[in-house]
């Protein structure tokens, strides 16, 4: 048999009362003469009034507590099946009605902390929005730095062409000298020009990388904005702003090697215009030899320009990655997010 308090109660209640029923007769005994017979049907008439009186108790008691008790179950019952809009309207000034206006009081914060949550949960919802708005920013910047890479390469194929037949035209013969340092002009505008369109290329690299800088700067404001759960984006967020330094170090060097490999050129230009004036005068030899310098220069410029190029597309890569990862816990935020709303919404308030 479960355990029953009212089955306690009624129980104790006229168990007290058959007490009393047998107890009274005895009391009575003391005080009152019976007629003969009398006190038998007497004693059964405490009995049965003592019984009686339990069962009345019984009966008073649940009506006026029990009901008031049954009001707070229905209450409880429903926040348990997260109604906590009801209200338990009891008014005792004892023990009674400090429950009931405790049971109100727990249901108002229990509202007041589900209303909290979803509306922090929306708040971090449009941070991780912001999040993933700019991972998928970093990562188009990123395919743009990869298409001026391959441009890049095109212009260093080019300008390793025009080197390799400059040399060419430098190894011909003393009677074709001036023709062939014509041609060897012509090739030198030529390297000069691919090399202002490299510079170019990097100095739009050096722009998107700014831009990177100033996402991952963004991406930091927006996970310090997260609290907590935005922890992981902090550290990410450092992470492609330092490589985006390293990037911008990277081009910087490059575009001094670059600005290095116009000098020379130029310098080559000078050599040839004057030994081509200075025809019958010039030292072909001497000619020779310091064209094949600044061709190995420049041979050594592009060799060091593709190293740093390698550098750079490492670090893209890396930014890619980093920016990958950004988004997968963008993505996992909103899911939980988006739970803890659904949750939240759930409650009725």
Same mark, same amino acid.
């Given at each position: 048999?479960?355990?029953?308090?009212?089955?306690?109660?009624?129980?104790s209640f006229v168990g007290f009362g058959l007490f009393m029923g047998v107890v009274f007769p005895f009391y009575a005994d003391f005080f009152v003469e019976w007629k003969p017979g009398m006190l038998v049907w007497f004693a059964v008439g405490c009995l049965v009034a003592g019984s009686s009186i339990g069962v009345f108790s019984y009966a008073i008691t649940k009506k006026v507590l029990i009901n008031k008790l049954t009001k707070m179950s229905a209450i409880a019952n429903a926040i348990a099946q997260r109604d906590v809009s009801g209200r338990c309207i009891i008014k005792s000034e004892d023990v009674i009605?400090?429950?009931?206006?405790?049971?109100? /009081?727990? !249901?108002?914060?229990?509202?007041?902390?589900?209303?909290?949550?979803?509306?922090?949960?929306?708040?971090?919802?449009?941070?991780?929005?912001? =999040?993933?708005?700019?991972?998928?920013?970093?990562?188009?910047?990123?395919?743009?730095?990869?298409?001026?890479? &391959?441009? +890049?390469?095109?212009?260093?194929?080019? +300008?390793?062409?025009? @080197?390799?037949?400059?040399?060419?035209?430098?190894?011909?013969?003393?009677?074709?000298?001036?023709?062939?340092?014509?041609?060897?002009?012509?090739?030198?505008?030529? =390297?000069? @020009?691919?090399?202002?369109?490299?510079?170019? =290329?990097?100095?739009?690299?050096?722009? +998107?990388? &700014?831009?990177? /800088?100033?996402?991952?700067? *963004?991406?930091?404001?927006?996970?310090?904005?997260?609290?907590?759960?935005?922890?992981?984006?902090?550290?990410?967020?450092?992470? $492609?702003?330092?490589?985006? #330094?390293? /990037?911008?170090? /990277?081009?910087?060097?490059?575009?001094?090697?670059?600005?290095?490999?116009?000098?020379? !050129?130029?310098?080559?230009?000078?050599?040839? %215009?004057?030994?081509?004036?200075?025809?019958?005068?010039?030292?072909?030899?001497?000619?020779?030899? %310091?064209? *094949?310098?600044? #061709?190995?220069? %420049?041979? *050594?410029?592009?060799?060091?320009?593709?190293?740093?190029?390698? $550098?750079?597309?490492?670090?893209?890569?890396?930014?890619?990655?980093? @920016?990958?990862?950004?988004?997968?816990?963008?993505?996992?935020? @909103?899911?939980?997010?988006?739970?803890?709303?659904? +949750?939240?919404?759930?409650?009725?308030?």
């Open positions: 048999m479960r355990k029953s308090i009212l089955r306690q109660l009624f129980i009605g400090e429950i009931a206006n405790s049971m109100n /009081t727990m !249901s108002d914060s229990l509202g007041e902390f589900v209303g909290e949550v979803v509306d922090i949960s929306l708040d971090l919802s449009n941070v991780a929005t912001d =999040l993933e708005r700019q991972a998928h920013s970093t990562q188009n910047t990123i395919a743009d730095q990869r298409e001026k890479f &391959s441009q +890049i390469h095109e212009q260093l194929g080019s +300008i390793e062409n025009s @080197s390799a037949q400059s040399l060419h035209a430098a190894d011909q013969s003393v009677s074709v000298l001036t023709k062939k340092m014509k041609t060897m002009s012509q090739s030198i505008n030529v =390297l000069v @020009s691919h090399n202002n369109e490299i510079t170019s =290329l990097l100095q739009t690299i050096s722009q +998107i990388t &700014s831009k990177t /800088t100033i996402l991952s700067l *963004n991406a930091s404001i927006e996970s310090a904005r997260a609290g907590e759960a935005g922890k992981g984006f902090a550290v990410v967020a450092v992470e $492609i702003n330092l490589l985006a #330094k390293r /990037t911008q170090e /990277t081009t910087n060097q490059i575009l001094e090697i670059s600005s290095m490999l116009t000098k020379d !050129s130029a310098e080559a230009m000078a050599a040839l %215009q004057e030994k081509t004036t200075q025809n019958e005068d010039m030292d072909v030899n001497a000619l020779q030899q %310091q064209i *094949n310098i600044a #061709k190995l220069e %420049q041979a *050594n410029a592009i060799t060091e320009i593709n190293d740093k190029l390698k $550098i750079i597309e490492s670090l893209s890569i890396q930014t890619d990655q980093d @920016s990958q990862a950004t988004l997968s816990h963008a993505n996992t935020i @909103s899911e939980k997010i988006e739970m803890c709303v659904n +949750i939240g919404n759930s409650y009725k308030r």
